[in-house]
């Protein structure tokens, strides 16, 4: 191990460390869903409301806000995509906050799994799409308008969706590697108080580039299955 290299609680995982803390993060939301699932299998408990703030009604808060952003960018039958939007949102979230903890590093640093996610929407809009037109009336979308255009549209589509999973992986990857970069220079640096700012921005960095890469799905998605 490089003695130079910073302290990581998973460096005896024989894994890279964006894959092991991106397991970690996957593993997190798994246990508060089952958690979620086992305070709401009961019909009576799921009827009644909590009181303050519980796991419950942060998820409930989750999910409502997931289903406003679908319903205001996809419109209708929105509810069909906020899993997706939401595992999205919540996984992103949780992989670039975890890495303002010491000891972990944000995986969504990595070009790897910020492209692997592009490639997930990619993917899951295309499926989308098929579903809601079929394959010829979803083919006719690459065409365009105007017969004679045609040729030219179709390539312009195909370059235009093949570069969608690369700038979605880009844009995430590159605000988080130099967001982590930052609030690890000034830690480094200051020590103390002033990294405390850098922190409250990295948090807000974080949020704002889940947001973003959830908004972009969801606006591919609405391209996808519109049918006008």
Known sequence: MDEHAPF??????????????????????????????RRLSPTDRALEPDDGTTLR???EAFVEMIQGLAEGVIGHHAERYVPLLG???????????????????PPTADFNVTFALGVVSFVAYHAYGLRAHGVGAYVKHFLGPVVFL??????????????????????????????????????????????VVFYVLG????????????????????????HE
């Open 8 to 37: 990581s609680w998973f460096s005896a995982v024989p894994l890279p460390l964006s894959a092991s803390t991106a397991l970690f993060v996957a593993l997190l939301l798994a246990a508060f869903a089952w958690a979620m699932h």
């Open 87 to 105: 595992s999205f949102f919540a996984f992103i979230l949780v992989a670039n906050l975890i890495g303002l903890v010491p000891g972990f590093a």
């Open 150 to 195: 045609a040729p030219l549209m179709l390539v312009i589509e195909l370059f235009s969706h093949s570069f969608r999973p690369v700038s979605l992986g880009i844009r995430l990857f590159a605000n988080m590697f130099a967001d982590h970069r930052v609030v690890e220079i000034f830690t480094d640096l200051t020590k103390v108080a002033i990294p």
């Open 203 to 226: 948090a807000f960095v974080a949020v704002v580039q889940a947001f973003v890469f959830t908004m972009l799905s969801a606006i591919y998605i609405a391209l996808a299955v519109s």
């Open 57 to 59: 009604n942060v998820g």
